[in-house]
């Protein structure tokens, strides 16, 4: 199981990242987010995140999945990085059953008119079936078509309410919201205020370019405050965990 080397708040030994990064106890909705950038702030290289990452960040990307009830993407992350079924880490199974999680997380993609690869692994092997929150511009032969796979929530005329989403989530026993954006839907999410902690890791490489970062969209009405709550690293890479801050 991934350690990882304390920095913040205090230096100190390894830890446990399961123990580093253990979700709320589920009563209550708790939204992360989990993402990847260079030194330079590239969110992705030639257009896919997995050129970023290495190892450890992987490691950490299946333990965050194997804590959460539900796993949140946008439809064009999907379709970039060849999404397959979410599984769990098999050290973490026991956990889930403790907690009364099901066996894997579920997948839910924030898609506007379903425009997806429903014959992927990702739907037709995934362990637990996937939901797809989409929006009335969904043509119904497309709808039905999508209800084979997945379970199909329309949330939006036009753009999926990310807000209703998450309502909905939650109403269905899966309160510990994991996202993993892309960047639209991350914009998304802090303009309406539903990220309660940002995971971010920096990879150590520079890429210069005009890569995205890891938001895009138009500027939120105000900076949004993160409070830094701790620093870990492995491997070159630093792990960084940022917590909502109200405002003041």
Do not use: C, K, W
């Given at each position: 199981m991934l350690t990882?080397?304390?920095?913040?708040?205090?230096?100190?030994?390894?830890?446990?990242?399961?123990?580093?990064?253990?979700?709320?106890?589920g009563?209550?909705?708790?939204?992360?987010?989990?993402?990847?950038?260079?030194?330079?702030?590239?969110?992705?290289?030639?257009?896919?995140?997995?050129?970023?990452?290495?190892?450890?960040?992987?490691?950490?990307?299946?333990?965050?999945?194997s804590l959460c009830?539900?796993?949140l993407v946008g439809a064009a992350t999907i379709r970039a990085e060849g999404y397959?079924?979410?599984?769990?880490?098999?050290?973490?199974?026991?956990?889930?059953?403790?907690?009364?999680?099901?066996?894997?997380?579920?997948?839910?993609?924030v898609t506007r008119?379903?425009?997806?690869?429903?014959?992927?692994?990702?739907?037709?092997?995934?362990i637990e079936r996937p939901i797809l929150l989409t929006t009335e511009l969904a043509g119904p032969d497309r709808v039905a078509a999508a209800r084979a796979v997945a379970d199909v929530l329309v949330?939006?005329?036009?753009?999926?309410?990310?807000?209703?989403?998450?309502?909905l989530l939650t109403s269905q026993g899966l309160p510990r919201i994991l996202s993993e954006g892309g960047p639209r839907v991350l914009s998304e999410l802090f303009r309406t205020e539903l990220v309660d902690e940002l995971c971010l890791a920096i990879s150590p490489v520079v890429v210069a370019g005009a890569e995205p970062r890891i938001t895009s969209g138009p500027s939120l009405p105000a900076p949004?405050?993160?409070e830094l709550g701790a620093v870990y690293e492995r491997d070159g890479f630093l792990f960084t965990r940022w917590l909502r801050s109200p405002r003041e």
């Open positions: 990882l080397r304390q920095i913040h708040p205090a230096p100190g030994a390894d830890v446990p990242a399961v123990d580093a990064y253990a979700r709320p106890d009563r209550a909705r708790h939204v992360s987010v989990n993402m990847v950038s260079s030194i330079d702030g590239a969110a992705t290289l030639e257009g896919r995140v997995g050129t970023l990452t290495g190892p450890a960040d992987q490691e950490l990307l299946h333990l965050l999945r009830d539900v796993l397959g079924p979410i599984r769990t880490v098999r050290e973490l199974e026991d956990r889930r059953r403790e907690l009364g999680q099901a066996p894997s997380p579920r997948l839910a993609v008119t379903l425009d997806l690869d429903l014959g992927s692994a990702a739907f037709t092997a995934a949330v939006g005329e036009r753009s999926v309410d990310l807000g209703a989403a998450l309502d949004r405050p993160m």
